[in-house]
């Protein structure tokens, strides 16, 4: 399609993705510098090709939306509704297993993700549980839990997984008190620790992390040796993961060195 049967927002769309792509990961500002735009209208533009899949927003910016695993190619960030179709019923025995350490009067805390979305439903049903979470879709399943209280984040929501971020997300996070933290993750590997590929996620992962006592890993074995762009938290920050099969030899031997404890689903 040529330029001419654009409209001028869908041109400056274009421009924002081939700078983008040309240098991997910009700021706000230099989009702004490069499009002559408003903050607003490259925030909203922004939002739009994160939502097409071209790209990843970042704090301040935005980055390509291709992003490396660790020794294995090449992965693009794939929506909740995408991962609902991959492993169901590993992540099904994971969020079972993961909700037998849950106990009355706990105080959990639940990142967004498949995994973490199956374990709220697996407690949807208990007494005296209050959840932590930035994710939308979890505090909506829980809605109508008459034993579960839901403390759901301020924020921006991320379309793709739901999660709020940003400031208002962190301002909400550092007033709480965690028991046990159910970090999903989008890889974990010895090197890398558990990681993500939304900077934004990361960061208020990493800060419902500090607020906790016990931080939990939960994943599939897809995810087990590998890593995408932004680390979450270091294997040392974890006492605890969740998986459904054995572990590459780097990542289970580090994991013993740290002291985690690993339950097999």
């Known amino acids: 399609?040529?330029?001419?049967?654009?409209?001028?927002?869908?041109?400056?769309?274009?421009?924002?993705?081939?700078?983008?792509?040309?240098?991997?990961?910009?700021?706000?500002?230099?989009?702004?510098?490069?499009?002559?735009?408003?903050?607003a209208t490259a925030r909203r533009d922004l939002g739009l090709l994160e939502e097409s899949g071209d790209i990843i927003r970042t704090i301040g910016g935005a980055q390509i939306g291709t992003l490396p695993y660790e020794g294995n190619g090449y992965g693009k960030e794939s929506s909740f509704d995408e991962k609902k179709q991959l492993l169901w019923n590993e992540k099904l025995a994971i969020a079972e297993r993961a909700a037998a350490l849950i106990e009355e009067g706990d105080v959990i805390g639940l990142t967004g993700g498949t995994t973490t979305y199956l374990i709220a439903k697996a407690i949807k049903h208990r007494e005296s549980i209050t959840v932590v979470t930035n994710a939308v879709n979890i505090a909506m399943e829980l809605a109508d839990s008459d034993g579960v209280q839901v403390v759901l984040t301020g924020g921006v929501m991320r379309s793709k997984s739901f999660e709020l971020c940003g400031p208002l997300a962190r301002k909400t996070v550092e007033d709480i008190h965690i028991g046990k933290m159910f970090l999903g993750s989008d890889g974990i590997s010895a090197r890398q620790g558990v990681t993500t590929y939304s900077e934004l996620e990361a960061e208020i992962s990493q800060m419902l992390v500090e607020r906790a006592a016990m931080t939990i890993a939960v994943f599939d074995h897809s995810k087990a040796g590998k890593a995408s762009l932004f680390t979450v938290v270091p294997l040392a920050s974890l006492q605890a993961c969740v998986t459904d099969g054995p572990l590459d030899v780097e990542l289970e031997r580090r994991l013993a060195e740290l002291g985690v404890v690993v339950h097999q689903a």
């Open 1 to 39: 399609m040529g330029t001419q049967a654009l409209s001028k927002g869908q041109q400056r769309r274009e421009q924002m993705l081939s700078l983008i792509k040309r240098q991997s990961r910009v700021t706000l500002q230099e989009i702004v510098d490069y499009c002559g735009c408003s903050e």
